[in-house]
């Protein structure tokens, strides 16, 4: 039996040997499907849905999985087309509005926020999702990178909403949002809660969440016997709606994005232009509102 060296816990000699795990070099390059998302082409996700499709291949043969790590001197081609230089990280803003889905189809035939972007626009995909009836700042970006870091819980990013709710709901009524609430079995975060004021029939209320549950607010506020009658989201992390009008869609500046979100620095071109859906015109970008302003 061989000898332990008792400083390391390894046999002495040459008896030992390095596993094999540490002997072998991870392959050079990156995922596919982080390629083929940072291209503008799919979202990671629907990047492995591709490659798993057979829709993707590599240097003339196709593949089926996506554990492939490729570098420039590949060559990949998606559903025909060849994956070029990824485009640079971009992020825009847009105000949704109510009436539109947040999917690139829609079973039901009802119209989707794609198809009222602007015919300018690159292809993008969204950040999360707002529902059918609710409104306000959703986030695009042709990068599935910053995609992917926006939307995981890991970075817990604020979202606030301006809601309407039908009722005079007391601040002690509103409590139980700001400890968490447990609804069928599944545990919502505490929520950051303003009674802001009261209008007729209906209270207006800011609040602020760090997870995004399908229609959590909404479901929230059912649970305390408040209906939601209208839902804005007014800001995503540091990126605010302002005085964006719905429809609309506004380009960050580079440095912006890139300063955010920690990314590389690159070449800047001109941005921070907002345009109009129906007559593509250009306009110079408003000041914000005050988050507390009332819609």
Request: charged fraction near 30%.
């Amino acid at each position: 039996m061989p000898l332990i060296d008792r400083a390391i816990g390894f046999p002495k000699g040459p008896i030992w040997t390095k596993p094999l795990a540490m002997t072998q070099n991870t392959p050079p390059g990156d995922r596919i499907a982080k390629v083929i998302a940072r291209a503008g082409l799919a979202s990671r996700r629907e990047a492995e849905q591709l490659i798993l499709q057979g829709c993707v291949s590599v240097n003339g043969k196709t593949i089926n999985s996506p554990a492939l790590n490729v570098t420039a001197s590949d060559k990949i081609v998606v559903n025909g087309k060849v994956v070029g230089t990824p485009d640079e990280p971009r992020l825009w803003l847009y105000h949704k509005p109510v009436g539109l889905v947040t999917t690139t189809k829609d079973e039901q035939g009802r119209p989707t926020i794609f198809d009222k972007l602007p015919e300018e626009m690159p292809r993008v995909m969204s950040v999360g999702r707002l529902d059918l009836n609710s409104e306000g700042l959703l986030l695009l970006t042709n990068d599935g990178g910053i995609k992917r870091k926006l939307e995981l819980p890991s970075t817990g990013w604020l979202r606030k909403y301006r809601v309407r709710v039908k009722g005079a709901p007391s601040d002690e009524k509103l409590e139980p949002l700001r400890k968490g609430l447990v609804i069928d079995g599944e545990r919502f975060q505490p929520m950051n809660v303003t009674l802001d004021r009261q209008q007729g029939a209906n209270a207006w209320l800011t609040v602020g969440l760090r997870e995004g549950k399908n229609r959590e607010i909404r479901r929230a506020m059912a649970d305390l016997g408040l209906t939601v009658n209208r839902l804005i989201r007014i800001s995503y992390g540091p990126f605010q709606l302002g005085q964006l009008k719905p429809g609309e869609v506004e380009e960050l500046r580079r440095k912006v994005v890139r300063d955010q979100l920690g990314l590389d620095s690159t070449p800047e071109p001109k941005t921070g232009k907002a345009l109009n859906k129906k007559t593509n015109s250009v306009r110079r970008k408003p000041r914000p509102n005050k988050p507390g302003k009332t819609p």
